[in-house]
């Protein structure tokens, strides 16, 4: 077995931390006089203003690109000059280290108009006015997203991030719809034909309700396919309407002009491609059977009270209700007749004592009893009122209260009243 003497170096490397390591670059470069106070020319690239004020952008020529701070302070000494992407410009800072990304920026402290704008957005212009003059952006045209969509296309490409974050979007969303991806190139020199490919095998094949034309945040170069004349005019002209979702929120592209709808960003595109939800639907759902409930309950009650009056109106007809009324109504008529007809007795009763009292006082007979009598002929029977024309040797029969008498009369007198 061989062994190897390995000599220790004199002079030992250092070992460094990365902090340690990014503040040594940092140190280097700010001491560096010519790059504390200089100027650069470039056009603008990924160009963003947050809501600090601060403004973010990057530097880009054909061979690089420098990454660029202008802070709040300084944004003032623009005078009006508005940035944008593909913009020519002249800038003058000094360059740092942003330690916890390990990159190098240029702080902007001025910045110049360049001596024109960059070809790119130049171009951008260019195509911009000549499609805005043929009205392709006009509002008429513009169709409206369907709330419910059953299916939704989807353009973009197949391994990019925009993918998955629509797709979770859509899952979340509206896991009943189903999806149709077309995939397709969406950068570089191919990038236009693959996309109008992509949007033409959607509308023929699959005929989708909705498409999601989407990419993720880039520079002006990285999103130009999205200029492109045959890209804006595909889809100007397809069949299914469109909602872009390309780039981030600051990001304009031709096919946003002259889409159906815009979206900021692909995420966002999905979530305008659904305006109702899953949980929407549940909640219709939820709402749509309480809702049946309270008219079930309300029309079951209304049946019951209903029944309950056809039930006494038929209570009210029955033939047993009507017997009993009509027994119970003969014997209310009994029941008055008997005591009219008691009534009608007791009253002729009386009558009849009184027309008795009325008789007993009018009978000759009780005048008897009150010591006179009655003389009649005893030839003829006939009543006797005077003596006159009675002659002596007449025979007169007497009729007394208790028995009789025949009488002969032997003498007559006559008697003033």
């Not at 200029?227 to 979702?245: F, K, L, M, Q």
């Not at 946003?256 to 909640?283: G, K, N």
Request: hydrophobic residues 40%.
């Amino acid at each position: 077995m061989v062994s190897v003497l390995v000599q220790p170096a004199l002079f030992e490397a250092p070992r460094l931390s990365v902090s340690e390591f990014t503040r040594r670059i940092r140190r280097l470069i700010e001491g560096d006089p010519s790059l504390s106070n200089v100027w650069v020319q470039a056009e603008i690239s990924n160009f963003s203003r947050p809501a600090s004020g601060h403004l973010y952008f990057t530097l880009k020529d054909n061979g690089a690109s420098l990454r660029c701070v202008m802070w709040k302070s300084d944004v003032k000494k623009l005078h009006g000059l508005e940035l944008q992407d593909g913009m020519a410009v002249e800038v003058h800072g000094k360059t740092t280290v942003y330690e916890p990304g390990g990159q190098y920026q240029l702080i902007v402290d001025l910045i110049e108009a360049g001596s024109g704008e960059g070809a790119l957005f130049a171009e951008f212009i260019r195509l911009k006015n000549k499609f805005e003059s043929e009205g392709l952006f006009s509002d008429d045209r513009k169709r409206k997203i369907p709330a419910l969509p059953q299916t939704i296309g989807l353009v973009t490409s197949s391994t990019g991030a925009a993918l998955q974050d629509v797709l979770n979007v859509l899952k979340r969303r509206l896991p009943t719809a189903r999806v149709v991806l077309s995939p397709t190139a969406v950068q570089g020199v191919d990038a236009p034909v693959s996309i109008v490919k992509a949007l033409r095998l959607l509308n023929e094949m699959v005929k989708p309700d909705v498409i999601i034309l989407a990419r993720g945040g880039g520079s002006i170069e990285d999103l130009w396919a999205f200029n492109d004349e045959e890209v804006v005019r595909a889809v100007s002209s397809s069949p299914a309407p469109i909602i872009t979702g390309v780039g981030h929120e600051t990001d304009f592209t031709l096919v946003d002009f002259v889409s159906d709808l815009r979206a900021p960003t692909p995420t966002a595109a999905a979530e305008l491609a659904t305006p109702i939800t899953v949980i929407d639907l549940l909640s219709d759902i939820v709402g749509t059977r309480r809702l049946l409930d309270t008219l079930l309950s309300t029309k079951i009650s209304e049946l019951r009270s209903e029944l309950g009056s056809i039930k006494l109106g038929l209570r009210y007809l029955s033939p047993d209700r009507l017997l009993h009324d009509q027994i119970q109504r003969i014997d209310d008529l009994l029941l008055r007749s008997s005591r009219a007809i008691n009534q009608t007795i007791m009253l002729e009763k009386t009558r009849l004592r009184g027309i008795n009292q009325s008789l007993g006082t009018l009978n000759p007979l009780s005048i008897l009893e009150r010591g006179y009598s009655i003389v009649s002929r005893k030839i003829d029977g006939k009543i006797i009122h005077s003596s006159k024309n009675i002659l002596p040797g007449t025979s007169l029969h007497v009729r007394l209260a208790a028995g009789s008498l025949d009488v002969s009369v032997q003498e007559t007198y006559l008697e003033e009243a």
